[in-house]
């Protein structure tokens, strides 16, 4: 990704792919939080950093947000901030290693377990070759590619009691054969599930082992985990994988942190959760307040996060503004709306973006958006919009809409707006 001094070049500056660790310093905007918090001093992540520096019982924690307010970009920018105090900080991108139409929650504990191997790896620790041996028999069976014999044999010439990087590289193969499976082989995926749901607390206890090690190696310092995506679950998928296996998900020796989908939070069922996780928000971006007026402390750090990335040249005048204000603080449309405008701009060789090619790229995030609600729904969206953004009484109908992004939460009093290109919807049927 490079910054922008052309039409051509958005698309590429404007990628939906949060920030990585190395592009923070040209591409991130750090005077977000307060906009999102409605208080300068307030911030879930810098929670999250804290809480991961203090060795407590409780190392869960679940942060919702909603998809595109940007959770990604700020937990990468926490795992450059920890990794530069000596932790060591693994992510693990849900979607790229799971189906996400299929998941349960040992997925988790055995994307958990590759994890910490890897940790162990990056970071030089000596591991006990038993355990590894342990891990890979525990493993091995019902893998057509198995690793004991080569286990064995470097065991044999450098003793089980000091493991040997070759020994350990040898692991972390099985484990990219089985994760592989875990997305595409249905039967042996039921074979490894099986295998946690079964030796769950032996399982569990492995992992705990690798952990101290980990540990032991950077002086007390705990590995983080980071489960990304998760908050793209379906409702019943993520209770499926949370709520029956709360105590399992939090019990874990290390912090571990897990995306959650922000509607559930209204759900009568996330009160028990808040028993076994600490439970964080990152709200999204205000750009307007309660009383349905412009914000613009909050449109203007949303112009800053674009003006890091390309130059605001390439907009007509009030072209920018008309963006941010109909993607409701919603960094995720406000990209996209970005790039189809500008490939519009582009098939016009137009050297800039103007308010036509806008206009279009919002109607196509507009029809994306109204085709997730039915007339039905009107009411329930009419009533919000005019008035009744706090007090919503229809919780069900209201994790709907959220799971939808067509209602999005803002912060501080917690309260709810309808997007606003939904509201230009409800206004052209004249409902408004």
């Known amino acids: ?54 060795p407590r019982e409780q190392n869960a924690f679940l942060l919702l947000g909603h998809r595109g307010c940007g959770k990604s970009t700020e937990l990468n920018r926490m795992s450059e901030e920890l990794e530069k105090k000596g932790y060591r900080v693994k992510t693990i991108t849900c979607s790229m290693d ?31 070759g038993v355990l590894l041996e342990e891990i890979e028999h525990f493993w091995a069976e019902g893998v057509e590619i198995t690793t004991s014999q080569e286990i064995a044999a470097a065991s044999l010439e450098t003793g089980v009691s000091a493991e040997t990087p070759g020994i350990l590289t040898k692991v972390l193969k099985l484990f990219a054969k089985i994760k592989t499976d875990l997305k595409f082989n249905e039967e042996t995926r039921k074979e490894y599930r099986n295998k946690i749901s079964v030796r769950s607390s032996e399982w569990i206890a492995m992992l705990s082992r ?18 990304e995506d998760l908050d793209k679950l379906n409702p019943e998928d993520a209770w499926k994988v949370f709520y029956q296996y709360a105590a399992v998900l939090s019990g874990m020796p290390f912090p571990v942190i897990y995306t959650f989908p922000i509607g559930l939070s209204y759900d009568a069922r996330f009160s028990a959760m808040e028993s076994y996780f ?18 613009q402390d909050g449109i203007a750090v949303i112009r800053e996060i674009v003006e890091k990335r390309a130059d605001l040249k390439l907009f007509e005048d009030g072209v920018l503004e008309e963006l941010i204000l109909y993607t409701g ?57 005019q ?15 959220l799971q939808a992004s067509v209602v999005l939460e803002y912060n501080g009093r917690r309260w709810h707006n309808v997007h606003p290109l939904v509201v230009r919807f409800l206004k052209e049927q004249g409902l408004t």
């Open 98 to 128: 799971l189906d996400l139409f299929n998941i349960v929650y040992s997925d988790l504990f055995i994307l958990m377990g590759e994890a910490l191997l890897e940790l162990a790896d990056e970071s030089g620790c000596r591991m006990d």
């Open 210 to 227: 690798v952990s101290e090690m980990i540990t032991v190696k950077l002086d007390g310092k705990r590995p983080i985990i980071i489960f």
């Open 387 to 401: 008035g009744n953004k706090e007090l919503i009484e229809d919780k069900e109908m209201l994790l709907r809409m």
């Open 278 to 295: 600490i439970t964080k928000t990152l709200p999204m971006i205000k750009i307007e307040t309660i009383e349905g007026q412009p914000f």
């Open 1 to 54: 990704m490079k910054y922008a001094d052309q039409v051509s070049e958005i698309i590429n500056a404007f990628s939906p792919e949060p920030l990585k660790i190395e592009q923070m310093k040209d591409f991130y905007c750090k005077d977000t939080m307060e906009y999102r918090m409605s208080d300068k001093y307030s911030s879930p992540m810098e929670d999250i950093f804290d809480i991961c520096q203090d």
């Open 329 to 385: 603080g919603s960094l995720r449309d406000l990209f996209h709306a970005i790039n189809a405008a500008a490939k519009r701009a582009e098939r016009r060789s137009s050297e800039v973006i103007a308010m036509e090619d806008a206009g279009r790229a919002l109607e196509e995030i507009k029809t994306s958006l109204t085709r997730r609600i039915e007339k039905k729904d009107y009411e329930f969206l009419l009533n919000i919009y």
